[in-house]
């Protein structure tokens, strides 16, 4: 098993992503450039977070259009799993394979800071190892988070659970004050479709370990270890 | 022929303009009175084109494929001849 992460000018969460999955889980995973042009050798890809292209133009947009992003598409149409952290999601909604698109927090600040999260769904391959409607806590480090879909895609999100996380208080309440950046519906993180492309605001790498005050983002990169092994 | 394109890329009305109410909240702070602020975004692009419907035909897809998300932006185009 082998995973790709991949790194664009500016991705600056991509060697604790390749941490977490190589020495806190065992697991081959390998950096690549954003010039790669192939991807087939791989199991499972996740795109970090950071400030690709210094976010000119829209947050994750051009990196959305550099040709990797057409490997990227290629393999989630073949059904593997795909990762955007942050960035990543960034890139994932400008490129089209997730609904919606992240806009500048409404109180347009940069917010790093530790937050709730309810996971609204154990039927992926990034949450499999979760119970529904455990509250986690993994910290945000963005300025363009605010989640903005209209109302048919937000129905449509809920209709086919979709949304995968949602910003809550440590009773696991989606109220507007853990609402960290103004998302429609608290939404932290959603998937595709068919499910195996996931975009979610919060960082789970830095929740991967005791060291970091909360090892509850593991989970989601042993999901998905557990969601390749088993395909 | 070569033309000058200017275009504008907006937030939909009603879509949260953080930036301009943050503006308009420093516009008060000195004094002034506005209902509303909006950001927008101006690009400006010369391209060669046949005439200049071929010219606001390339602008608009160059809109629809990167300059603007369509999710949450309207955008206008401008064109004019330049020598």
Known sequence: ?231 | MQYQAEVIIELKAGMLDPEGTTVKRALEHLGYEADSVRTAKKYTIVLKAADIHSARENVEEMCQKLIANPIIHNYSVSLREIE
Not at chain 1, 12 to 19: E, G, K, R, S, V
Not at chain 1, 174 to 203: F, W, Y
């Open chain 1, 1 to 231: 098993m082998s995973i790709a992460v991949v790194q664009f000018g500016g991705s600056n969460c991509d060697l604790d992503i390749i941490h977490v999955l190589k020495d806190v889980l065992g697991v081959d995973a390998e950096l690549v450039w954003y010039k790669e042009e192939n991807l087939d050798r791989f199991d499972g890809i996740v795109i970090p977070g950071g400030f690709s292209y210094g976010d000119y133009l829209r947050a994750g947009a051009i990196a959305a259009r550099t040709p990797i992003m057409n490997s990227v598409k290629k393999q989630a149409d073949a059904g593997k799993p795909v990762i955007g952290i942050c960035n990543g999601f960034q890139v994932l909604t400008e490129s089209g394979l997730l609904a919606g698109a992240l806009t500048t927090n409404n109180y347009p600040k940069f917010r790093c800071e530790p937050t709730y999260l309810r996971v609204e769904t154990t039927d992926t391959p990034f949450t499999s190892m979760f119970r529904k409607g455990e509250i986690l806590s993994i910290p945000i480090a963005h300025m363009e988070g605010n989640y903005y879909a209209d109302e048919p895609t937000l129905a449509a999100l809920e209709k086919n659970d979709q949304v995968v996380f949602r910003y809550v208080d440590k009773n696991g309440n989606a109220t507007d004050e853990a609402n960290p950046n103004g998302s429609r519906e608290n939404i932290a993180g959603i998937v595709s479709q068919r499910k195996n492309v996931l975009g979610m605001m919060p960082h789970p790498e830095r929740a991967s370990e005791e060291v970091l005050g909360s090892t509850d983002g593991l989970k989601v990169f042993r999901s998905m270890v557990e969601y390749i092994s088993d395909r």
